[in-house]
């Protein structure tokens, strides 16, 4: 090629450089806006998780869990109670001869209770009567 050739077609050289430079730049804009969708969709599951870690916080922090904890008392007769104590923030219950419809009641309540269980023994000691050991925290 000559350089008679070249300026022959230099505008139609040009417009193919243009063309490939806006090739180039749509390409990056495709890409950019995509990495922009990602960092807002994980934004907002981080968003999402640290509201649900407030909402756990606000829970397991709260001064109605040990309210809440003394219906573990009234939920069976006291005569079947051996050890009931609450301290700071731990709660050691002992049960004597519990039937099994009380101490599915019993192990249900403690579920539903915002409770780290740290300690739960149930021993069978007789057909239908059971010791039941527990140790919470919150």
């Not at 806006?33 to 640290?50: L, M």
């Not at 780290?116 to 527990?134: D, G, R, T």
Request: hydrophobic content about 45%; overall charge positive.
């Amino acid at each position: 090629m000559n350089l008679m050739t070249i300026q022959r077609y230099k505008n139609e050289l040009i417009l193919f450089i243009m063309f490939i430079f806006m090739l180039v730049a749509f390409m990056y804009k495709l890409s950019a806006v995509t990495y922009v969708k990602e960092n807002q969709v994980k934004i907002n599951k981080e968003i999402k998780e640290i509201q649900t870690i407030v909402n756990l916080k606000k829970q397991w922090g709260g001064k109605d869990i040990s309210k809440k904890l003394t219906i573990l008392k009234r939920v069976v007769p006291s005569s079947k109670i051996k050890s009931f104590k609450k301290k700071s923030k731990q709660l050691s219950v002992i049960y004597n001869n519990l039937t099994a419809s009380e101490l599915n009641k019993i192990i249900n309540k403690i579920i539903n209770i915002a409770v780290q269980i740290n300690h739960l023994k149930i021993i069978k000691s007789s057909k239908n009567s059971y010791k039941m050991e527990c140790i919470c925290k919150w």
